[in-house]
Every structure is written in C-alpha cells, then in structure tokens.
C-alpha cells in the first residue's frame, strides 16, 4: 500500500519557520525523487522544491529559493522541508509527491502534476 503521509504543518507569524515531514511507505523510496507542492485557495498547485533520488540535486522555484530548504533520511524513508523567514503568501496546503527517478527531470522541467504518488497535504498559515 503507497502512502506519504505530510506532517509539521501550523500556523506561525511572518519571519518564523516551519518543518514539514514526509513520510513514505509500500515503495523504495531512495528510487524516487520527491517534491513539495502548495496550493492556496483559487491559486494552482505550485511547486516548490524538489530533491532527487539519493539527494544527488535539488531545485527551487524563485518564489521561495533561499528560504526554504529540501532534504531527505532514505534512511527513515522520509522528506523535510525547512521553511524559514515566511511570510502570508507562503500560506497555503503543502503537498509532497513522488516519482520514479527516470521520470524526474522531465516532470520537473515541465512542471507536470503528474507525479506517481501524492499526499493528503499539510496546512501552513502565515499572519
């Protein structure tokens, strides 16, 4: 049975910082590559981070590049993402994904919701 399960997610005052957790189960984990996506209400899903297989490469998108910071425990089958000085537009459900490491760079580069696994999302409110 496929899960990822998102956790850390709260509410916190603009400038502080969050850690959210995803956990993985019923796949091998260090062959995927894993994002975080966020969605606000009446935005599209956007994504924000992004790690390969064996953290080998990470990405950002420019709205949270030297902010936020992606990692991986292949170890604990589990993804973070440290987000620190936040601010209210970083308000929204976050959402980790997965997919097969030969299909990252392309979902990446194009930036295709079409990831092999997702998760249930974690609230973050920013005031």
């Known amino acids: 049975h496929v899960q990822l399960v998102e956790s850390g997610g709260g509410s916190v005052q603009a400038g502080g910082s969050l850690r959210l957790s995803c956990v993985a189960s019923?796949?091998?984990?260090?062959?995927?590559?894993v994002a975080w996506f966020r969605q606000a209400p009446g935005k599209e899903r956007e994504g924000v981070a992004f790690?390969?297989?064996?953290?080998?490469?990470?990405q950002y998108s420019d709205s949270v590049k030297g902010r936020f910071t992606i990692s991986r425990e292949d170890a604990k089958a589990t993804t973070y993402l440290e987000m620190n000085d936040l601010k209210p537009e970083d308000s929204a459900v976050y959402y980790c994904a997965s997919a097969l490491g030969s299909r990252c760079v392309n979902l990446i580069r194009s930036g295709s919701p079409n990831w092999d696994h997702w998760g249930q999302g974690t609230q973050v409110t920013v005031s």
């Open positions: 019923g796949f091998t984990f260090g062959r995927y590559c």
């Open positions: 790690i390969y297989p064996h953290g080998v490469d990470t």
